[in-house]
């Protein structure tokens, strides 16, 4: 067997793994940027913490309408954004921190919706919405998808330099009379949407780990904003690919196995990226003669 065929002989026979790769392409280009401005808000375990406040909506979508669509992502969608908007109350009414209250709301949600789903369901149901079944994506999921990754960019390109500048330096914004509330508030949706859009294919576990993974990675590589998001979505198409390919040879689970190449994206990254990665920073360190 060629090269040739091992790489594309599995999208070429089989729709529903083109489908599974159009799906990934599609949460690459959406998710990445989100990521990329997460990881700039040092925000990357609020980003975690939301896709784990899916599952609580998600499950009652089922429980109400069983492997429905728009049940499943409406009620995850609204989940999410509740424990968003109840950490961020926390936060201004109290001297918590930002995080601490996140990681709060979404064990709460995380705890609620495994209950849920093991009381009314079972373990099946449980698996398929922790870990996600990108093989068993259909026309409707991917649309889904796709429409969230167009609308993203759409925004993203509307309120991209008030965004930037709200990560950045929030207090300038507000000083020269940006809407820095709205900004924040538009960000926030957009990261509950494309979160909402993996879970379809990759469930709640599984889909923060191709919005965040990439973009962590994204930093050894770029400097300028635009840069990183175009840096990570390219290594988040590449995980998707790699990660099907593996699915289909050696019979891994797609989901983790997407996940796990992206993960080891990061591990390279760390090491030999040429923005300060671990080889180069050694490379770049002053020798002591003898």
């Known amino acids: 067997m060629t090269l040739a065929s091992l790489l594309l002989q599995p999208f070429s026979e089989y729709g529903f793994m083109r489908r599974a790769l159009v799906a990934t392409l599609a949460l690459s280009l959406g998710s990445a940027p989100m990521g990329t401005l997460l990881v700039l808000r040092r925000m990357s375990l609020v980003g975690d913490a939301m896709g784990h406040a899916l599952l609580p909506g998600a499950a009652l979508g089922f429980l109400i309408a069983g492997f429905s669509l728009p049940a499943m992502s409406l009620g995850g969608f609204f989940a999410a954004l509740v424990v968003a908007l109840a950490a961020g109350f926390v936060t201004r009414a109290t001297s918590q921190r930002e995080d601490a209250s996140f990681a709060a709301f979404y064990l709460i949600a995380l705890a609620l919706g495994v209950l849920m789903v093991s009381t009314h369901g079972s373990s099946v149901d449980l698996m398929h919405l922790l870990f996600g079944t990108i093989l068993a994506v259909d026309d409707a999921a991917l649309l889904l998808i796709a429409s969230v990754a167009s609308v993203t960019l759409a925004v993203l390109a509307v309120i991209y330099r008030p965004l930037v500048v709200e990560c950045l330096d929030p207090g300038f914004l507000r000083n020269v009379g940006g809407r820095g509330t709205l900004v924040h508030a538009v960000f926030l949706v957009l990261t509950v949407a494309n979160l909402v859009a ?41 995980s998707g690919f790699i990660g099907l390919l593996l699915s289909y040879h050696a019979q891994w689970p797609s989901g983790p196995a997407i996940v796990l190449v992206a993960g080891i994206a990061y591990l390279l990254s760390v090491a030999a990226g040429p923005r300060d990665g671990l080889l180069w920073r050694h490379r770049r360190r002053p020798h002591r003669k003898a």
């Open 198 to 238: 993996g879970f379809q294919a990759l469930g709640t576990l599984m889909a923060v780990g191709l919005m965040m993974l990439p973009a962590t990675a994204a930093r050894f590589w770029a400097a300028e904003v635009w840069s990183l998001a175009l840096v990570a979505a390219v290594i988040a198409a590449l």
